[in-house]
C-alpha cells in the first residue's frame, strides 16, 4: 500500500510538470464532456483537440468534483486543455478537494453503518453465525478433504465464512487467523503453504459476503433512487467469484505439488445425508428469490432493507435477545468503525483527487479503453478494479468517489459497486493470513488471487448487464 499511495501523488506531480496547463482526456456526449473541478471556475475558457481540429469550449457547470465543458463539436474522443492556468495548481486543489470529500464520505457513512453492525450484532447474539456455521460444514468437508472434520481448524474456518457471508468483518479476521494458526498444526513443511491454506484464502479474498452494507450504505449517501438495487448482481458476482476461486486454486494446485498432504493424506469425511438438508433449503430459497427478484425487479428489491432489518430483530425477539440493548452495543462499533476509516479514506482520496487533477487517471483510461470494451466494462471503473486487491478502504474510498462524480443508478456507479462489494482485498488477505502464521512460500496464492481477481470483475460487470441492464 505504500507504494501505492506512493505513486497516487508523484505520478501526478511528473504529469502536471510535463503538461503545463491542466489536459484531460475525454468523450464529447451531445456538445458536453466533463473533466475534474480542481481549480476550475465556471466561465473559464478550455481548448478542446479531436485527430482533426481543434475547437473553442466554456466551462458550463460545476457540480463539486466535477466540471461540465461545453463546446459545439460532434461526439468523440476529445482532448481538454484549460489556458491560462498551471497543472500543478490543479493538482495541488485536487489533492485538497480530495481530503474534504473524504470526510464528508465518512460522515455520511456514520448512520447507515451504525445501523446495520448494530442488526448484525443482534443476529450473532442470536445465534445466526452459529446456525450457518451448522448449514456450510457439509460443503466445507467436501471442499478441505486434507482437514479432519472433527479439527479446530475446520471449525475455525466455518466460523469466519459465516461471519464473511454476514457482513461481520470484523468478526471474520479473528476466526480466520484462528484457522490458519490450526492449519498450520497440520502442516508438515511448516513456512510453506499448504494445498487447504490456500484454498481457505481463495475463498476469503472471492468476497463472499451476501450483504453488502457498506456499498448499500454509499449509494443511499448519494441519492440513489435505490440504494439495494445492486444486492442481486452483488450476490450473484459474488457466487460466481467464488466458484472461479476455487476451481482456479484447485486447478493450480496440480502444478504446485503440496508434499505434506502427499505424505500423510486425511481420510475424506463422509457427511451424512441428512446434513445437507438446510443447505440444500437455503440454497433453493436463495435462488427463489433472485427468480423472483429478476422477474419482479423493483417490487422485490425495494422490500430487501426493510426485510432484513425486520427479519434481524424478529430473529433476535424469537430467541429471546434484548434486541435494544444488543443493538446498542453493536451500533457502537459502527460509530467507531466508520470513524476508523477517516485517515485512510482521506489519503486515498487525496492521492486520486492529485491523479485525476493531473490528467493521468484519464490517460490511464484512454489507453485501456480498448480492452475494457472485450469484457464490456467501463473504462472509468479501471482504476477500482486496479485498486481493489491492495486495499480495502482505498477501494471503498475510490467507489464513492465514482458513484459520486457518475451518480449511483447510472451503469458506471452499478458496476463500481457491484465491484467493490462482491470481491475483497487479496493482497492484504494474504499478507495478514500468512504473516500470522509465519508462511514464506506461498506456492500458489498469488496466482490464484490475481486470476480469482480477474475472473470477479468480469463477472461482475456480466451481473450488473444481467440484472440491471447497461
Not at 451531445?30 to 469550449?57: H, K, M, N, Y
Not at 481457505?200 to 453488502?212: E, R, Y
Request: proline letters at 6%; aromatic letters at 8%.
Amino acid at each position: 500500500m505504500n507504494v501505492v499511495f506512493y505513486l497516487l501523488v508523484i505520478i501526478p506531480v511528473l504529469v502536471a510538470g510535463w503538461n503545463g496547463v491542466p489536459t484531460y482526456q475525454g468523450v464529447i456526449n451531445e456538445q458536453s464532456v466533463i473533466v475534474p473541478a480542481a481549480g476550475l471556475s465556471v466561465g473559464d475558457a478550455v481548448v478542446l483537440t479531436t485527430e482533426q481540429r481543434s475547437f473553442d469550449g466554456v466551462i458550463e457547470k460545476i457540480d463539486k468534483a466535477t466540471a461540465t465543458v461545453h463546446a459545439d463539436m460532434p461526439d468523440g474522443a476529445v482532448t481538454v486543455r484549460v489556458p491560462g492556468q498551471h497543472a500543478m495548481a490543479a493538482v495541488g486543489q485536487g489533492a485538497l478537494d480530495g481530503a474534504k470529500a473524504a470526510v464528508e464520505l465518512a460522515i455520511s457513512l456514520v448512520g447507515t453503518m451504525t445501523l446495520f453492525l448494530g442488526l448484525m450484532k443482534v443476529v450473532d447474539t442470536a445465534g445466526g453465525l452459529a446456525a450457518m456455521a451448522r448449514w456450510i460444514r457439509p460443503l466445507m468437508v467436501r471442499l478441505f478433504p486434507d482437514v479432519p472434520s472433527d479439527h479446530p481448524a475446520m471449525s475455525a474456518m466455518i466460523m469466519n465464512l459465516a461471519a464473511n457471508v454476514l457482513g461481520l468483518g470484523n468478526a471474520a479476521t479473528p476466526f480466520g487467523i484462528k484457522a490458519m494458526q490450526e492449519l498450520d498444526k497440520l502442516n508438515k513443511n511448516p513456512g510453506t503453504a499448504t494445498n487447504a491454506m490456500v484454498l481457505f484464502l481463495a475463498i476469503n479474498t472471492s468476497g463472499v459476503a451476501v450483504l453488502p452494507t457498506g456499498v448499500i450504505a454509499i449509494r443511499a449517501a448519494l441519492g440513489s433512487k435505490d440504494p439495494a438495487a445492486i444486492f442481486l448482481p452483488t450476490l450473484a458476482g459474488t457466487f460466481c467469484h467464488t466458484i472461479g476461486a476455487v476451481v482456479i486454486c484447485k486447478v493450480l494446485q496440480r502444478f504446485f505439488v503440496d508434499k505434506s498432504a502427499a505424505d500423510s493424506p486425511a481420510e475424506a469425511p463422509a457427511p451424512r445425508l441428512l446434513e445437507y438438508v438446510p443447505l440444500v433449503l437455503a440454497t433453493a430459497g436463495f435462488i427463489a428469490f433472485v427468480a423472483a427478484a429478476y422477474t419482479y425487479k423493483t417490487a422485490v428489491t425495494s422490500w430487501i432493507i426493510p426485510g432484513l432489518i425486520a427479519g434481524m430483530l424478529t430473529l433476535g425477539v424469537v430467541r429471546g435477545v434484548k434486541v435494544y440493548e444488543v443493538f446498542i452495543e453493536g451500533a457502537k462499533d459502527g460509530f467507531s468503525t466508520a470513524m476508523r476509516i477517516v485517515p485512510f479514506v482521506v489519503a486515498i482520496l487525496a492521492g486520486v483527487g492529485m491523479f485525476q487533477a493531473s490528467g493521468a487517471m484519464g490517460r490511464v483510461v484512454a489507453l485501456a479503453s480498448p480492452l475494457c470494451q472485450l469484457i464490456g466494462m467501463p473504462p472509468e471503473v479501471l482504476p477500482l478494479a486496479l485498486l481493489r486487491p491492495l486495499s480495502g478502504s482505498g477501494a471503498m474510498a475510490l467507489t464513492g468517489e465514482l458513484t459520486r462524480i457518475y451518480k449511483p443508478d447510472t451503469f458506471i456507479g452499478q458496476v463500481a459497486g457491484t465491484m467493490n462489494g462482491s470481491s475483497e482485498t487479496t493482497f492484504y488477505v494474504l499478507a495478514l493470513y500468512f504473516g500470522a502464521v509465519g508462511i514464506q512460500r506461498s506456492r500458489h496464492a498469488a496466482l490464484t488471487g490475481i486470476f480469482t481477481d480477474i475472473f470477479g470483475v468480469i463477472m461482475a460487470v456480466l451481473s450488473v448487464r444481467f440484472f440491471l441492464g447497461s
